[in-house]
């Protein structure tokens, strides 16, 4: 791939998520150690990874590929005790065997992937303390992106989530020049985009190792990979397990060159204010585990003037953060009025969500969608019953006021001058 793009088209929109310098301004050509407060960055492959740590968070990445490696061969070493034993049935062999074949050339290919990245599963102690998610917690969302959706089988998924971020790009009757998508896990949805709209250069930032590895593998590198897949509880006339081979998408334009993988966290976002025209928020806004207000400053700080965000995805809270901000989409509206945003478009649908072809079980969402467009002046609108915008949207800067000294005070009773 031409490494020329990733310095001229990516780096510039970067900065250092610790001190906030700007990447041209405190970064060596090429180099990803920032001069300003000395903190050093690393890459995965071609993918810049950004965090306040630094190096240190890729030990993170490694621990939790040490945890997942671990778990994948004691699950496969208590298999293939199973299928040692003389007391099976054929039907029960058959199914213990599908099960281990799946999970095998999973571990083998997963780790393979996560190796040629340069995360290599590594027990550490010390991070052994943090609470640290689970790299498969996700791994459905590989399925659903890259191969559960073939020419055999296909599945309306991942076409239904494509036609309802165009439909409001079609709706605003412009052509984006510069696309984020904050979440963008396995990477299907940002390439569909990116390969549909056609703009000046796409960023897919995700913090999930493996999602940005196989983005990039399949993406960039247009590398297939094969993948295995396996249920739990029995479907009748179903598989117990599959295996699927992820193939690159098709890209006869070079399209590929202008879409990148970042790895970075939105509460310490690696990218400079104002960077982009238009941010894709797919499946994010209840996950994030934050404050959706806050959430709001961070794409309102990233959005240049007359820019839009176009979110979609449900409101399924997870279940750590306090009800009180478990918000609906009517407090959420409030908050990008106040946040000087105004509400373009917004609908919601119910549709199909993680439908897999060897499951008879399945699941739908009800998905809101909508476009907001940044002002572009930092005036805030006001709300009724809310006394000042700044109050409730903490990003919000507070306006200038003349308060009284201790010299003052005898010259003001109850904030009147007397």
Same mark, same amino acid.
Request: proline fraction near 6%.
């Given at each position: 791939?031409?490494?020329?793009?990733?310095?001229?088209l990516?780096?510039?929109?970067?900065?250092?998520?610790?001190?906030?310098?700007?990447h041209?301004s405190s970064?060596?050509q090429g180099e990803?150690?920032?001069?300003?407060?000395?903190?050093a960055?690393?890459?995965?492959?071609?993918?810049?990874?950004?965090?306040p740590?630094g190096?240190?968070? /890729?030990?993170i990445?490694q621990?939790q590929?040490?945890?997942?490696?671990?778990?994948?061969?004691?699950g496969?070493?208590?298999i293939a005790?199973?299928?040692?034993?003389?007391d099976?049935?054929?039907?029960?062999?058959?199914?213990?065997?599908?099960i281990?074949?799946?999970?095998e050339l999973s571990?083998? *290919?997963t780790?393979?992937l996560?190796?040629q990245?340069?995360?290599?599963?590594?027990i550490?102690?010390?991070? *052994?303390q943090?609470?640290i998610?689970d790299?498969?917690?996700y791994y459905d969302?590989i399925?659903?992106?890259?191969?559960?959706d073939t020419t055999e089988?296909?599945?309306?998924e991942?076409?239904?989530?494509l036609?309802?971020?165009?439909?409001?790009?079609?709706?605003?009757n412009?052509?984006?020049k510069?696309?984020?998508?904050?979440g963008?896990?396995?990477?299907?949805?940002s390439?569909?985009i990116?390969?549909h709209?056609?703009?000046?250069i796409?960023?897919a930032?995700?913090?999930?190792?493996?999602?940005?590895?196989?983005?990039d +593998?399949?993406?960039r590198?247009q590398q297939?990979i094969?993948?295995?897949?396996? /249920?739990?509880f029995p479907?009748?006339?179903?598989?117990?397990?599959?295996v699927?081979?992820?193939t690159?998408?098709?890209?006869?334009?070079n399209l590929r060159?202008r879409w990148?993988?970042?790895?970075g966290?939105?509460?310490?976002?690696?990218i400079?204010?104002?960077?982009?025209?238009?941010?894709?928020?797919?499946?994010?806004?209840d996950v994030?585990?934050?404050?959706?207000?806050?959430?709001?400053?961070?794409v309102?700080n990233l959005?240049?003037?007359g820019?839009h965000?176009?979110?979609?995805?449900?409101?399924?809270f997870?279940r750590?953060?306090?009800v009180?901000i478990k918000y *609906?989409?009517?407090?959420?509206?409030e908050?990008?009025?106040?946040?000087?945003?105004?509400?373009?478009?917004d *609908?919601?649908?119910v549709s199909?969500?993680?439908?897999?072809?060897i499951?008879a079980?399945?699941?739908?969402?009800?998905i +809101?969608?909508?476009?907001?467009?940044?002002?572009?002046?930092?005036d805030a609108n006001?709300?009724?019953g809310?006394a000042?915008? +700044?109050?409730?949207?903490?990003?919000?800067?507070?306006?200038?006021?003349?308060y009284?000294?201790k010299?003052?005070r005898?010259?003001?009773?109850?904030?009147?001058?007397?």
């Amino acid at each position: 791939m031409n490494n020329n793009f990733l310095q001229t088209l990516l780096y510039p929109l970067l900065a250092c998520p610790r001190c906030g310098t700007p990447h041209d301004s405190s970064f060596e050509q090429g180099e990803t150690v920032c001069t300003h407060c000395k903190i050093a960055h690393f890459q995965i492959g071609e993918i810049p990874c950004f965090f306040p740590s630094g190096t240190e968070h /890729k030990l993170i990445w490694q621990f939790q590929a040490g945890v997942m490696q671990k778990t994948a061969i004691h699950g496969l070493e208590s298999i293939a005790e199973s299928l040692s034993r003389y007391d099976l049935s054929n039907a029960t062999r058959q199914r213990l065997g599908e099960i281990y074949h799946s999970c095998e050339l999973s571990q083998v *290919n997963t780790f393979n992937l996560l190796e040629q990245y340069g995360i290599t599963p590594l027990i550490n102690e010390q991070v *052994n303390q943090m609470n640290i998610g689970d790299l498969s917690e996700y791994y459905d969302l590989i399925l659903r992106d890259w191969a559960w959706d073939t020419t055999e089988n296909p599945s309306t998924e991942n076409q239904n989530a494509l036609n309802r971020v165009i439909s409001q790009i079609d709706a605003l009757n412009i052509k984006p020049k510069k696309i984020l998508v904050l979440g963008a896990g396995a990477g299907r949805l940002s390439w569909d985009i990116h390969s549909h709209v056609k703009p000046e250069i796409s960023v897919a930032l995700d913090s999930h190792p493996l999602m940005l590895s196989i983005s990039d +593998w399949l993406i960039r590198q247009q590398q297939p990979i094969a993948l295995g897949e396996f /249920k739990i509880f029995p479907q009748i006339g179903f598989q117990s397990g599959q295996v699927h081979t992820l193939t690159p998408p098709a890209d006869p334009e070079n399209l590929r060159e202008r879409w990148f993988g970042l790895g970075g966290n939105i509460w310490h976002m690696p990218i400079q204010a104002g960077s982009f025209d238009m941010i894709i928020t797919p499946w994010l806004v209840d996950v994030t585990g934050g404050d959706v207000r806050d959430l709001i400053g961070v794409v309102s700080n990233l959005l240049a003037p007359g820019g839009h965000w176009i979110n979609t995805g449900p409101l399924l809270f997870t279940r750590h953060i306090p009800v009180q901000i478990k918000y *609906n989409s009517p407090e959420i509206k409030e908050f990008l009025t106040l946040s000087g945003f105004k509400l373009v478009t917004d *609908n919601v649908q119910v549709s199909d969500h993680l439908v897999s072809p060897i499951e008879a079980r399945g699941r739908t969402e009800q998905i +809101w969608t909508f476009t907001a467009s940044k002002s572009a002046t930092p005036d805030a609108n006001t709300v009724d019953g809310v006394a000042a915008p +700044w109050l409730v949207m903490h990003h919000l800067p507070v306006p200038p006021s003349n308060y009284s000294t201790k010299e003052d005070r005898k010259s003001y009773v109850k904030g009147k001058s007397v």
